[in-house]
């Protein structure tokens, strides 16, 4: 393989591999026990703030979702 041609291959894998995590995490839904666990730390992050909610969460994904609710 020519040097002009690596750095084309290597975008376009990474391209692959993004677009994969993408619609992976646009194929979860929030289930009910999601929705009651967002409820529930509601006034736990209105009392943290975005920041140092999601932070003590771990930057988790329900996390995320919920503090976007």
Do not use: K
């Amino acid at each position: 393989m020519g040097q002009d041609r690596l750095p084309r291959l290597f975008v376009f894998m990474i391209a692959i591999a993004l677009s994969s995590v993408g619609t992976a995490v646009a194929q979860e839904r929030l289930s009910e026990n999601d929705i009651d666990w967002c409820e529930e730390n509601l006034t736990y992050y209105q009392a943290l703030g975005r920041h140092a909610f999601l932070e003590n969460q771990h930057w988790s994904m329900r996390a995320r979702v919920c503090s976007h609710l």
